[in-house]
């Protein structure tokens, strides 16, 4: 069983920076993609961002291009999501997704399959 595991959530100031981790760990997992999505209580949850493990290739919902940055250490098999200029309306619970299958779009929920228990992300104005 593939179990991601997030860390690095908390509360900051609008204006301020923090950076998401998320090791996904089971036997034999080969990641294809991993990518971090959020959700806020009441609501749909949201892509944010994803990358070609292999290729590097990254996406981003528009909101947050130009601020976040997602990135991977191949060697320590770890995600992480850089936040900088965070707003109120990032205020989330985050989570890690991944896959070890091919897909053609990385950017919605349904094809990932591996998914963590989710960070909390307060930013307050």
């Known amino acids: 069983q593939v179990q991601p595991v997030e860390s690095g959530g908390g509360s900051v100031q609008a204006g301020g920076s923090l950076r998401l981790s998320c090791v996904a760990s089971g036997r034999t997992f080969s990641a294809y993609a991993m990518g971090w999505f959020r959700q806020v209580p009441g609501e749909a949850r949201e892509f944010v961002a994803s990358i070609h493990w292999n290729l590097g290739n990254t996406y981003y919902t528009d909101s947050v291009k130009g601020r976040f940055t997602i990135s991977r250490d191949n060697a320590k098999s770890t995600l992480y999501l850089q936040m900088n200029n965070l707003r109120p309306e990032d205020t989330a619970r985050y989570y890690c997704?991944?896959?070890?299958?091919?897909?053609?779009?990385?950017?919605?929920?349904?094809?990932?399959?591996?998914w963590g228990q989710g960070t909390q992300v307060i930013v307050s104005s």
């Open positions: 997704a991944a896959t070890s299958h091919f897909r053609s779009i990385l950017t919605t929920e349904p094809n990932f399959d591996y």
